[in-house]
């Protein structure tokens, strides 16, 4: 591939064909898979200490990771959700606790109702599929990229998603920004 035209019709059938993948899996290997990334997120992020961490609302069979952020609120950590303020702008992390009242968001994915704003130090960013390099291949519209380009500091980012995903490249442009670690229901790597 050697056009940016050639990259995004190719990333955009990867990304149909690892979504469909996904949704194929059944729920209970889904849900042990969430699982082990959870026991592994918590096991590589401790001695991190953050005062904050961004994640995200699991959408069309993502890995859930609702029980690491429910175990960092016991320690006192706060957690935030993203936010799509404007399309294609960075997002914004909004203070989230379990009783935080919730309204539907972009793609219909809940969002708190109310903007307080949290600069998390760690992101759990889901991903459809990845590379050896740390480089993920999301939904395609670029809102964690730009979000990452922009954040000061920069949080360390957390690919969470599932093995199958694994791609020798996405073939990573100028744009996209690599994960600091990604992991999966197979182990939790640092790039």
């Known amino acids: 591939m050697q056009t940016w035209q050639q990259i995004r019709t190719w990333r955009r059938t990867k990304r149909a064909e690892l979504r469909a993948q996904r949704l194929a899996v059944p729920r209970a290997t889904r849900l042990s898979a969430s699982a082990a990334c959870t026991h592994e997120i918590l096991l590589s992020i401790t001695d991190l200490s953050p005062t904050c961490i961004g994640f995200y609302w699991p959408f069309k069979g993502e890995v859930v990771v609702r029980s690491v952020v429910d175990t960092l609120l016991a320690r006192g950590t706060q957690a935030a959700l993203p936010v799509v303020v404007e399309k294609n702008q960075p997002l914004e992390f909004w203070a989230w606790e379990p009783t935080t009242k919730l309204r539907p968001g972009i793609w219909k994915i809940p969002v708190p109702a109310t903007r307080r704003l949290r600069n998390p130090d760690i992101l759990l960013v889901p991903l459809l599929g990845y590379d050896e390099a740390g480089y993920r291949l999301g939904y395609g519209g670029g809102y964690y990229d730009r979000t990452l380009a922009q954040m000061t500091p920069r949080p360390r980012a957390i690919g969470v998603g599932y093995a199958l995903g694994r791609l020798q490249t996405i073939h990573p ?9 990604i992991v999966t229901e197979d182990g939790f790597d640092w790039m």
Not at 173 to 181: E, G, K, L, S, T
Request: proline fraction near 11%.
């Open 173 to 181: 442009q100028n744009h996209d920004i690599p994960m600091d670690a």
